[in-house]
């Protein structure tokens, strides 16, 4: 019996790729309290790049100089958002904990009216069966009621967590300035340090990875950021106006966190809440709700394609296989 070395070759090597990639996911997720601020300025740095870039372009000014100019213009933007949403969502969280119990009853009563109303009999749906659903519902709203309160108690607790936050954007500020100033240095000592073999591969699989998995995040990023500050818009507007929406910037979170998952999409959280809105009466909500969404689907419709275009076509495939649909 022939042995093919080259084809159990191959497997090993997949083999171990695939643990490598396992252990390396896993390293990620249990080192990310380290290396996080980093990856945040890496990433704004990034944002920051264009900026930069125009500066110099306009104002012939060396690199330093234009660096240290958006830092300065970052840094009042980022910390002057950071105190303003951390603020607000303090206090809409305590808010919204609060008085959890008084909407998870509201919640019990709608359940319970809507269960009355529906005629069973004609179904002849067995007692034992009708007692299930009932205490389904109910089990359904006890664990909902339990893992809302687990939720927001942990971000409140993370949010006035003031010296672990401090730390962490003392880091990330101070890593986003050297990356910004000395970007050029940096790429420089790494040409200079590794072999140039394994500068041109890092440089190749960098610029696949940019063009196809790049353009898809910004893509993706792009609309759900675009989605949010309207819907954040819109949902003070509402408040504004005396409707009955007490967290416009935490709901405007969920949505936001909701419509970056695959498939679900906005409209998965703001419908049942139009529909729980008019359950309890307030039809202006309701329709309100129901009207902010429609603009978002349609400013949505209105600038993918543009967006999705101007990425690099594996991107575009990915994200048409991710967003083909969507509510």
Not at 98 to 104: C, F, H, P
Not at 166 to 191: A, R
Request: charged content about 15%; glycine content about 6%; overall charge positive.
């Amino acid at each position: 019996m022939v042995i093919d070395m080259n084809y159990w070759g191959k497997v090993l090597k997949n083999i171990c790729i695939l643990l490598a990639s396992i252990i390396g996911v896993f390293l990620g997720f249990k080192l990310a309290i380290f290396y996080m601020p980093f990856l945040i300025a890496f990433i704004l740095s990034f944002i920051l790049e264009p900026c930069i870039r125009f500066i110099m372009k306009k104002t012939k000014l060396k690199r330093k100089t234009s660096s240290i100019i958006v830092f300065i213009i970052a840094i009042v933007l980022i910390v002057g958002l950071v105190t303003w949403a951390g603020i607000t969502l303090v206090t809409e969280a305590s808010n919204l904990l609060s008085g959890l119990n008084e909407y998870i009853d509201q919640a019990y009563k709608i359940v319970q009216e809507l269960l009355s109303k529906v005629d069973f009999s004609r179904w002849q749906i067995p007692e034992n069966i009708m007692n299930t659903i009932q205490n389904s519902a109910i089990d359904f709203l006890g664990t909902f009621s339990r893992w809302a309160t687990d939720a927001l108690t942990g971000a409140i607790g993370f949010l006035t967590s003031i010296p672990t936050i401090g730390i962490y954007t003392v880091v990330t500020l101070l890593s986003l300035y050297f990356i910004c100033v000395d970007k050029v240095y940096m790429i420089d000592q790494l040409e200079h340090h590794l072999p140039r073999t394994w500068v041109k591969k890092i440089g190749i699989h960098l610029k696949d990875l940019v063009k196809s998995l790049g353009g898809y995040l910004k893509a993706e990023v792009t609309l759900v950021f675009i989605s949010f500050i309207i819907t954040l818009i819109g949902l003070y507007i509402f408040h504004f106006m005396g409707l009955n929406v007490e967290y416009p910037l935490l709901m405007a979170l969920i949505i936001g966190f909701v419509d970056l998952l695959p498939i679900f999409g906005s409209g998965t959280f703001m419908i049942p809440w139009a529909i729980l809105s008019a359950c309890t009466g307030d039809f202006t909500l309701a329709v309100a709700i129901l009207v902010l969404w429609a603009i978002m689907s349609i400013v949505r419709q209105m600038i993918e394609p543009k967006i999705v275009s101007r990425t690099h076509w594996n991107s575009s495939n990915l994200y048409i296989d991710c967003y083909v649909y969507r509510i």
